[in-house]
């Protein structure tokens, strides 16, 4: 059924994703809701209700769903009855199924490989001797991955030859974790699939990203890839939108090894940081279509109008002796600035993000990143 405004929709989740979610909902003339554990979340401002609760409250998920038409995510970390418990009132796109797969990065790789798609060779450890024999087979370089929770790095920890298994295993908290073999990489790609219910499906161009500290500290849209990697990383994405009979948009996060094979890294059934750009580069941004596709709106159109690149600001900024100068940064042409509206700034948490358009992608970043420079 195609769900139209003035209707609500609920988003679990009220952080910046959910924010930017919530605005693009609005200027289609929806209402909006939130659930977040936090009655002061970045969201707040730009809804019309926040219900303050756990990620696994059923009760509150209920409310969620009784009052929306439908109930998208910005989060993937929901429990799974309250996700089971919002299904009974209003359409949960993408549904518990697809967030099965993805909320245990074990099962996420297990389901990967049986769809015959590439990832890196893994091993799936839960105790310290398990890490350690992984390192034998696998090779001393290791990423360890918790496989429930982390986020941006964190309930990860990257293992270098001679380090100890223990001492590792305990940094990860002494649980169930993904053992991912130390890849040299081309590159770090991602690409953003839509879906709707009715079927329709949109692909957007490859984003290039670089990581600093296992964070994304940049990216940009289009990256300037071979037809055959660009070929490639579409039909991953329809697969696996296909597969999982997506109700919304999936991240896939890529690996561009040197001999130019992909290989899957993570997915992300939500709207991605590497994807921010789109509200520059393309005249649908991933927040506009994440609307349209758990709405089962006709999606928009995804071909860049122009290369448009971000840089992520963080919490550090904000801890120095003067505030950040955003007039100086404004000053850079063809740059936008992006705050969440986040309170209590801290090291590594994301405040923002500086966006901006370019002649080309390499230009567009060059930008972004003097302006955060003079930040």
């Given at each position: 059924m195609v769900i139209v405004p003035p209707a609500t929709i609920g988003i679990l989740?009220?952080?910046?994703?959910?924010?930017?979610?919530?605005?693009?909902?609005?200027?289609?003339?929806?209402?909006?809701?939130?659930?977040?554990?936090?009655?002061?979340?970045?969201?707040?401002?730009?809804?019309?209700?926040?219900?303050?609760?756990?990620?696994?409250?059923?009760?509150?998920?209920?409310?969620?769903?009784?009052?929306s038409q439908v109930v998208t995510l910005e989060i993937e970390h929901i429990g799974a009855a309250a996700l089971e418990a919002a299904q009974q009132h209003a359409p949960v796109r993408p549904g518990p199924a697809v967030l099965h797969v993805v909320q245990d990065r074990a099962r996420q790789k297990h389901w990967l490989a049986s769809q015959g798609l590439p990832v890196g060779p893994y091993a799936v450890i839960d105790s310290a001797a398990a890490l350690g024999e992984a390192t034998r087979r696998l090779g001393p370089v290791l990423f360890v991955k918790a496989c429930e929770g982390g986020y941006d790095g964190r309930g990860q920890v990257r293992m270098a030859p001679g380090d100890d298994p223990a001492v590792a295993f305990s940094a990860i908290g002494s649980r169930r974790a993904v053992a991912e073999q130390g890849l040299s990489l081309a590159m770090e790609l991602s690409v953003l699939v839509a879906r709707r219910a009715s079927g329709e499906t949109r692909v957007y161009p490859l984003s290039v990203n670089h990581h600093e500290r296992q964070v994304l500290a940049w990216s940009f849209t289009p990256g300037d890839l071979s037809p055959e990697v660009t070929n490639e990383a579409e039909r991953i994405a329809l697969h696996i939108a296909d597969a999982l009979k997506l109700e919304g948009i999936?991240?896939?996060?890529?690996?561009?090894?040197?001999?130019?094979?992909?290989?899957?890294?993570?997915?992300?059934?939500?709207?991605?940081?590497?994807?921010?750009?789109?509200?520059?580069?393309?005249p649908t941004s991933q927040f506009e279509q994440l609307v349209r596709a758990v709405c089962d709106l006709p999606l928009g159109a995804v071909a860049p109008v122009r290369p448009a690149a971000i840089v992520n600001l963080f919490g550090d900024l904000w801890l120095g002796a003067a505030p950040p100068r955003f007039e100086r940064a404004l000053s850079v042409d063809g740059t936008r600035l992006f705050l969440y509206g986040k309170g209590g700034a801290r090291a590594g948490r994301k405040m923002g993000h500086i966006a901006a358009i370019g002649g080309t992608a390499q230009q567009a970043l060059e930008r972004a990143q003097r302006a955060a420079s003079l930040l």
């Open positions: 989740g009220g952080g910046q994703l959910g924010r930017m979610t919530a605005l693009a909902a609005r200027s289609l003339g929806f209402g909006v809701q939130v659930l977040d554990p936090d009655p002061d979340c970045a969201a707040r401002p730009v809804v019309d209700r926040v219900i303050a609760a756990s990620f696994d409250d059923a009760d509150a998920a209920t409310e969620l769903a009784r009052t999936m991240a896939v996060e890529l690996f561009l090894l040197h001999d130019g094979r992909l290989l899957v890294n993570e997915l992300a059934p939500r709207p991605h940081n590497s994807f921010h750009a789109t509200e520059l580069a393309c």
